[in-house]
């Protein structure tokens, strides 16, 4: 086989694999045998620990209140439960709307951003666990108790749980990609730990919590580094909560560009690549849903130019097939602004979505990444 083929053959191949193949061996795997589940005791075996529950939060005055008296009304008992809201340098009235809404205990920062909060919020906390949510979400009344549930395991660090993303009208599709994600999530959990987590629920011991650099936020270098220490990262269910999602596709490129500039730290320089730690099965769980991802817009645009110089050259017609397919995606995203059909969108959200992965290195490569963060539009 040629170089130029093999140009082509292989992007494609390690795409498919990644959003395909994988989830279908972790599918099948999961079918034959439970893994590294979590064991839980049964219900009237537990007994439940202190909890702290963090919401950082800047320029959240329209939200605070209604986040703080969902927390109150959580199943959990209330004498374990302390709520902290951490403002990082708000400019408005987050700090008093919490405090009316009763919340335990409310900081007020100077502005650091939202790991510094979350920092400084756990060093104030007096719970055995600590969990974490932000300001635009809702939890479902007995979410804290799924949430806590794992770590009646010993040997779990880290519990995420499931958010729900909500849309009244708009283009966004994250919706359809989110549901696949937390698919692979379960799988991930049921077979050894998960490879990224959520911002909006989840929590970790006191003593397994990490201090990350600033500008590295914990959904995605928590689990692995959990894992690196011999902790379990899982994935529970049944912690519910919801999430108004950004109303349009330009609007998630530019959340996930964001995103992005906080995650290719991680990954170039925070441990992610670095096999110390890992056992293999992990491993292969990284590289086929973290890296692989990661690389995914390098895969394409390799596979673009290969396909099309195989087809210039007269290597086949499967080739022609081939820019065709990639040619006709790029035009139905194209289309979707002047035609919104779920088909087209569903086209447009994935490559904006892989365009927002190169974005992000590109604005980490060019400027760095600021520590502070703004709500996302549409999400309050």
Same mark, same amino acid.
């Given at each position: 086989?040629?170089?130029?083929?093999?140009?082509?053959?292989?992007?494609?191949?390690?795409?498919?694999?990644?959003?395909?193949?994988?989830?279908?061996?972790?599918?099948?795997?999961?079918?034959?045998?439970?893994?590294?589940?979590?064991?839980?005791?049964?219900?009237?075996?537990?007994?439940?620990?202190?909890?702290?529950?963090?919401?950082?939060?800047?320029?959240?005055?329209?939200?605070?209140?209604?986040?703080?008296?969902?927390?109150?009304?959580?199943?959990?008992?209330?004498?374990?439960?302390?709520?902290?809201?951490?403002?990082?340098?708000?400019?408005?009235?987050?700090?008093?709307?919490?405090?009316?809404? !009763?919340?335990?205990?409310?900081?007020?920062?100077?502005?650091?951003?939202?790991?510094?909060?979350?920092?400084?919020?756990?060093?104030?906390?007096?719970?055995?666990?600590?969990?974490?949510?932000?300001?635009?979400?809702?939890?479902?009344?007995?979410?804290?108790?799924?949430?806590?549930?794992?770590?009646?395991?010993?040997?779990?660090?880290?519990?995420?749980?499931?958010?729900?993303?909500?849309?009244?009208?708009?283009?966004?599709?994250?919706?359809?990609?989110?549901?696949?994600?937390?698919?692979?999530?379960?799988?991930?959990?049921?077979?050894?730990?998960?490879?990224? !987590?959520?911002?909006?629920?989840?929590?970790?011991?006191?003593?397994?919590?990490?201090?990350?650099?600033?500008?590295?936020?914990?959904?995605?270098?928590?689990?692995?580094?959990?894992?690196?220490?011999?902790?379990?990262?899982?994935?529970?269910?049944?912690?519910?909560?919801?999430?108004?999602?950004?109303?349009?596709?330009? !609007?998630?490129?530019?959340?996930?560009?964001?995103?992005?500039?906080?995650?290719?730290?991680?990954?170039?320089?925070?441990?992610?690549?670095?096999?110390?730690?890992?056992?293999?099965?992990?491993?292969?769980?990284?590289?086929?849903?973290?890296?692989?991802?990661?690389?995914?817009?390098?895969?394409?645009?390799?596979?673009?130019?290969?396909?099309?110089?195989?087809?210039?050259?007269?290597?086949?017609?499967?080739?022609?097939?081939?820019?065709?397919?990639?040619?006709?995606?790029?035009?139905?995203?194209?289309?979707?602004?002047?035609?919104?059909?779920?088909?087209?969108?569903?086209?447009?959200?994935?490559?904006?979505?892989?365009?927002?992965?190169?974005?992000?290195?590109?604005?980490?490569?060019?400027?760095?990444?600021?520590?502070?963060?703004?709500?996302?539009?549409?999400?309050?």
């Amino acid at each position: 086989m040629s170089a130029l083929k093999i140009a082509f053959w292989l992007p494609v191949s390690l795409l498919c694999y990644s959003h395909l193949g994988y989830p279908a061996i972790l599918a099948l795997i999961a079918r034959s045998r439970r893994g590294s589940e979590a064991r839980l005791p049964e219900d009237g075996q537990r007994e439940w620990p202190t909890v702290s529950l963090i919401v950082p939060a800047y320029a959240e005055e329209a939200v605070i209140a209604e986040r703080v008296r969902n927390l109150r009304a959580l199943s959990y008992p209330r004498d374990l439960l302390e709520i902290i809201v951490a403002c990082d340098g708000s400019p408005d009235l987050t700090a008093q709307r919490a405090r009316e809404a !009763g919340a335990d205990l409310v900081l007020e920062l100077p502005r650091g951003g939202k790991i510094h909060a979350q920092d400084t919020a756990v060093t104030r906390a007096h719970g055995e666990i600590v969990a974490f949510s932000d300001a635009n979400v809702r939890w479902e009344s007995g979410a804290l108790e799924a949430l806590v549930a794992p770590f009646a395991d010993p040997r779990v660090g880290y519990v995420c749980g499931e958010v729900r993303l909500l849309t009244e009208r708009g283009t966004n599709q994250e919706g359809l990609y989110w549901r696949y994600e937390m698919f692979v999530r379960d799988l991930e959990s049921r077979l050894r730990s998960v490879t990224a !987590g959520n911002g909006a629920i989840y929590a970790t011991r006191r003593e397994s919590y990490l201090v990350v650099e600033p500008i590295m936020g914990h959904d995605l270098s928590f689990p692995f580094n959990m894992v690196k220490r011999g902790w379990l990262a899982v994935y529970a269910p049944g912690a519910r909560a919801t999430e108004k999602m950004v109303p349009t596709i330009e !609007g998630e490129f530019r959340r996930k560009r964001r995103m992005m500039s906080h995650t290719w730290p991680i990954v170039m320089r925070g441990g992610l690549l670095s096999p110390r730690g890992y056992d293999p099965a992990y491993a292969a769980m990284i590289m086929s849903h973290r890296v692989l991802r990661y690389a995914s817009p390098f895969l394409h645009v390799i596979a673009l130019g290969s396909s099309i110089a195989l087809l210039v050259s007269g290597q086949g017609a499967i080739y022609g097939v081939a820019v065709g397919v990639q040619g006709g995606v790029l035009l139905a995203a194209i289309a979707a602004r002047a035609l919104p059909l779920r088909p087209l969108l569903v086209a447009r959200y994935y490559v904006l979505t892989t365009a927002s992965l190169l974005a992000g290195l590109w604005d980490w490569l060019r400027h760095g990444t600021p520590v502070g963060w703004e709500p996302a539009e549409g999400t309050r």
